[in-house]
């Protein structure tokens, strides 16, 4: 099929879940392509250097700052997070979808340079929810996760600038959600004009 | 769960295949309730009174315009199709969303009405195909066949009102279009606000 590719930017406060529901997006829909951050926080367990980050330090961060070589970047939690400009413009060019899990100042960033962007917002149904996967998770300190629901606050009210609002009480559904979002932005009437032409 | 019903009015030209996708989306959704369109033209074969239309005659008609009864109406090759209200307003209190089989002059009444509505134009992707679906169906005299055509091209100079256009060259992918943009509709940000208000 000869529908563009899309950006879509995926963002959501620590705890949401974001991750997992990716995956199974990515797992799902071969159109999608990820779009792999730089950042200079350090690796989790069983995140990989090149698939899950380009894990870097402060040094190169800034280099391609100055060279320009980021789409978008941001500090979040003592760390830079930045988006490489190159391997988004060739899927783009394939057809391709590109996807970016970036937070709500990266998002902000995108949506300046590429306004037909699409910006999807995840959160569980519930607040609680947030601090209770914080704690479940067991790899922050106490003060850490506190923070974390700190910035998470002021994340949920950026969210009004989102398109979307995808909620994730369950990875599945909220996966079918985001591929729902991709499918229907494709049939909008502004992007299938080309199909009236023939005949208007 | 609580997302709200919305109103799914989905046009299309004779021969773009639109009943056999609504179908499939009927059967697929159940939080979808098919509106049952009244209308004075005869019954196609296999046509249900009741499930695919409320067949009446034009003085009935005349009266349920006449009474209010109808959220719109118009007249398209030689018969008047309208869409009874009352059930509409039940269905909707009931949670769910309805959808609407009917042609553009109807599908713009109800934009009026209901500015919230979603509007879905289904076309397949070469409009050559329509005319040989139309010769295919051998219910209608070549002349018939010819004032559709003649009819369809208007139609398409009419999609560009339309929120999104689905291309229907194969039903399942085009049931899964209207699914997904019905999916992608509760979760604009507008329609999911209350689950920031929480935190905001």
């Known amino acids: 099929m000869s529908d563009c590719g899309k950006l879509i930017v995926v963002s959501g406060p620590s705890g949401a879940g974001k991750s997992t529901v990716i995956s199974r997006v990515m797992e799902q829909d071969k159109s999608v392509v990820f779009s792999v951050s730089a950042t200079t926080r350090k690796p989790r367990e069983g995140e990989r250097d090149g698939a899950d980050y380009y894990f870097i330090d402060t040094e190169r961060f800034q280099k391609m700052i100055d060279n320009g070589e980021l ?6 939690v003592d760390n830079f997070y930045g988006t490489p400009k190159a391997p988004v413009e060739e899927n783009l060019a394939k057809g391709l979808s590109v996807l970016f899990d970036i937070e709500v100042q990266g998002a902000m960033q995108i949506r300046d340079k590429c306004p037909e962007a699409i910006l999807i917002f995840v959160i569980p149904s519930k607040f609680s929810e947030i601090e209770k996967r914080l704690h479940a998770r067991g790899t922050d300190s106490e003060e ?57």
């Open 71 to 76: 789409l978008e970047y941001a500090r979040y």
């Open 144 to 200: 850490k996760i506190l923070q974390r629901i700190r910035t998470a606050r002021i994340e949920y009210s950026m969210a009004l600038n989102y398109d979307y609002i995808v909620l994730n009480d369950d990875p599945d559904t909220a996966a079918n959600e985001i591929k729902s979002i991709i499918t229907a932005e494709k049939c909008k009437t502004a992007n299938r004009q080309k199909y009236l032409s023939e005949v208007c």
